[in-house]
């Protein structure tokens, strides 16, 4: 759907976006919404993405929230996050037709017009203020600790309260839908995974012999379960790419065998990655993303049956596996899964695995994405009575 040359297509539309620092997974929905709607305005809370990052969003700036002008904003940005709700609902939206929220944290909290429609694309509730929010609390001590319980409640009330002023809600997987039921008792519309970048995440060169993660060091990714595991395996090679708080403590604790390898550029990503034995994972993912891009390189995942990895990956009691599930977030768990990935793994194919990715391809996300919004729009403007 684009609102170019279609008279019944929104003449005004929004995209808001919780806030553009750097091109992850989120970013590349929005570059996609955007490509469907490429004379769209953009807002967000800051935007300090870097020049050389921002070219897939068409190189435009967003309209951003006076939380632009606070220092050190980019590099303490969780620092700001109690005046976060106050700060979205400053984003002056009215007079758009249309407005699409991309939303992980508070975009959706825009104040829309009573005619506009309002579709969020949900990534997740916010995570640190419902389900996880003892495992975030768990790295803080003492005043801090008891502060940010405070912040938490209220950001989680006014997380549900939100919610209300959301037309219609499309979760980027069905485990996105549960927790959105959950948080908001609220149906998803509809569940459209998020794209991934096929084109650039392809099969090429040798395999060698070490596993491979990728993820922010942070403590819902669980990376020091992980690390555990190879620990009782001297014999395997784990590397571990990405940076993040708890960078030093496992740094000081990790064995031999384990190389963290920190932030790495996308390209030695991508070779790190297509070279792995398998792309290996603890966490419970909205989407699990990392792991669909190992896929697209023909590489095998071992995860945690839990959350967006189950939907994107088949096991091996599947007809055309594609990586090897374990039923317990546990050290255990995960070597046992190990074993039996090199005792059956020779069953799951590189041809499999990027067959499997291609499901996730951005033109499928567009055309996915692209008639909901059709869909929902001509319901909308008859409903207004806009159409007969």
């Known amino acids: 759907m684009s609102a170019v040359g279609d008279p019944l297509a929104p003449r ?47 190189g435009r700036p967003a309209r951003t929230t006076f939380l632009q002008r606070m220092p050190g904003v980019a590099k303490h940005f969780p620092l700001y996050l109690p005046l976060m709700p106050f700060a979205i609902e400053q984003l002056d939206v009215t007079g758009y037709d249309l407005v699409i929220s991309s939303n992980s944290a508070v ?15 949900l990534h997740s509730p916010m ?9 975030y609390l768990a790295a803080e001590r003492g005043l801090v600790a008891a502060a940010l319980r405070v912040v938490l409640h209220r950001l989680r009330r ?19 839908a549960l927790r959105a039921r959950k948080a908001y008792r609220r149906e998803a519309a509809a569940v459209i995974h998020p794209p991934v970048d096929t084109e650039r995440f392809t099969p090429g060169g ?22 555990e595991a ?16 708890l960078a030093r403590r496992l740094e000081s604790t990790r064995p031999p065998n384990v ?35 190992a896929l697209a390189c023909g590489t095998p995942v071992i995860g945690y049956r839990r959350g967006g990895v189950a939907e994107t990956v088949t096991g091996l009691d599947a007809s055309r596996p594609t990586g090897v599930f374990y039923a317990e977030q546990s050290a255990a768990a995960l070597v046992e899964a190990l074993h039996r990935f090199e ?33 929902a729009w001509a319901e909308w403007r008859r409903g207004a009575g806009i159409l007969n």
């Open 12 to 58: 005004r539309v929004a995209v808001v976006h919780d806030w553009l620092i750097d091109y992850a997974g989120s970013e590349r929905v929005v570059a996609e919404i955007l490509r469907l709607f490429p004379e769209a305005d953009l807002f967000a809370l800051v935007d300090r993405m870097p020049p050389a990052e921002r070219a897939p969003l068409g």
């Open 107 to 121: 975009a959706k909290g825009v104040i829309v017009s009573p005619d506009a429609l309002h579709i969020c694309y």
């Open 127 to 135: 995570r640190y203020a419902h389900d996880l929010k003892f495992t």
């Open 158 to 176: 006014w997380d549900q309260q939100s919610a209300a002023g959301v037309d219609h809600f499309v979760a980027a997987s069905h485990y996105t």
């Open 206 to 227: 040798l395999r060698e012999d070490y596993y491979v993660t990728v993820g922010r060091l942070i403590p819902v990714k669980r990376v020091e379960l992980l690390i």
């Open 230 to 245: 190879f620990r009782e395996l001297p014999e395997r090679r784990l590397v571990v790419i990405g940076d993040g708080p």
């Open 259 to 293: 190389e963290l390898a920190g932030r790495l550029e996308p390209d030695a990503v991508r070779e790190r990655v297509r070279r792995a034995r398998a792309f290996v994972t603890a966490c419970v993912e909205d989407f699990g993303i990392a792991a669909v891009e």
């Open 343 to 375: 005792a059956e793994g020779a069953r799951i194919t590189a041809e499999t695995c990027r067959a499997a990715a291609l499901e996730f391809s951005p033109e499928r996300f567009r055309a996915r994405f692209g008639e909901f919004v059709a869909a």
